[in-house]
């Protein structure tokens, strides 16, 4: 009986062993399978995308003009599409336009333009454009002064570069009369030669004269430009100088005559100078010398012994010209 009673606890202790066992193997599992996985090294944020690079903003700048003898204007341009455009002369307002779908613009002021020198220039803003934008180059526009009675010269319309080696460059729609003829500018080296420039219908022919003895010739190109260089038949002191145009085709001779001025041995040093003759003005010598009207201030220091008054000089006057540096 004992013995029954004994191998009974004992196989009760067996048994609850191996539930203790049981329970301590399925906690421990359950434990295991609870625990959070361990953390991970954190990944970097993916980085944003890179924002498209701004288009380059769009400088406003001049196409053509027309300028009439009265100083009404008409300016074409280009610029941004959809830009505001504000014209200036000198830096001051003087109108503004919007500039189509296709970037260009065309601005006609609402007075004529005063007779003498003037430098437009333009600045746009775009849409979504923060600040306003220059053009690279300025306009310059010289509408002659005539006294009543005698028939008006065309204006001169120039874009004026921003580099020294560049060349200016005629901008001027208007036609010119028909079979005419003009003298610019008549430039004396140190050394004896003359440059005569001047205007004529494109293409004609040039014919100059000193005293009635044919000294030199040129022709007129596609914006009826002409410049004859003369090396010598020029007397010192004052002569005649006669212009004459032949064609193109069967156009009639334009004809002109003026008396000019030389300058004596050692008057100007070893200089050049320049004669004055009709229609110019101090912008207009420094525009045709340097490409640059603002330079006349340049011309008025080099002569003011000779010039009272730098808006007003005078047929066969004879001026120092700066070095063209």
């Known amino acids: 009986m004992r013995r029954t009673i004994w191998i009974l606890a004992v196989a009760i202790l067996a048994v609850a062993a191996a539930g203790l066992i049981v329970?301590?193997?399925?906690?421990?599992?359950?434990?295991?399978?609870?625990?959070?996985?361990?953390?991970?090294?954190?990944?970097?944020?993916?980085?944003?995308?890179?924002?498209?690079?701004?288009?380059?903003?769009?400088?406003?700048?001049?196409?053509?003009v027309h300028v009439g003898p009265d100083g009404k204007a008409v300016i074409a341009g280009r610029a941004a599409p959809g830009a505001d455009v504000t014209i200036l002369d000198r830096g001051k307002e003087i109108g503004h336009v919007t500039a189509d779908q296709n970037g260009e613009f065309v601005f006609m002021p609402d007075k004529p333009l005063e007779p003498g020198?003037?430098?437009?220039?333009?600045?746009s803003r775009g849409p979504?454009?923060?600040?306003?934008?220059?053009?690279?180059?300025?306009?310059?526009?010289?509408?002659?002064?005539?006294?009543?009675?005698?028939?008006?010269?065309?204006?001169?319309?120039l874009l004026l570069p921003q580099k020294p080696d560049e060349a200016a460059r005629a901008v001027q729609l208007q036609a010119r009369g028909a079979h005419r003829v003009t003298l610019d500018m008549v430039e004396y080296d140190p050394s004896g030669r003359i440059v005569f420039t001047g205007r004529a219908d494109a293409g004609a022919g040039i014919d100059l004269a000193v005293n009635g003895r044919h000294i030199g010739a040129a022709a007129a190109d596609a914006g009826g430009n002409w410049s004859s260089e003369v090396a010598g038949g020029v007397p010192v002191g004052r002569y005649r100088l006669q212009v004459d145009t032949h064609g193109p085709g069967a156009a009639p001779p334009a004809h002109l005559t003026l008396e000019l001025r030389r300058a004596a041995p050692g008057e100007f040093g070893e200089g050049a100078y320049l004669a004055v003759v009709p229609g110019n003005t101090l912008w207009h010598l420094a525009l045709r010398s340097f490409g640059a009207g603002l330079r006349y201030v340049e011309i008025y220091r080099a002569n003011r012994d000779r010039i009272e008054d730098p808006d007003r000089i005078y047929p066969n006057e004879l001026l120092a010209l700066p070095s063209k540096r």
């Open 23 to 64: 329970f301590e193997l399925g906690t421990s599992r359950r434990i295991e399978i609870a625990k959070a996985p361990p953390p991970q090294p954190a990944r970097p944020a993916p980085a944003p995308p890179a924002a498209p690079a701004a288009a380059p903003a769009i400088a406003p700048s001049f196409d053509a």
């Open 128 to 157: 979504g454009e923060a600040a306003p934008v220059p053009s690279a180059k300025s306009l310059a526009i010289l509408v002659p002064e005539h006294p009543p009675g005698t028939a008006p010269e065309p204006p001169v319309a």
């Open 117 to 123: 020198p003037q430098e437009l220039s333009l600045s």
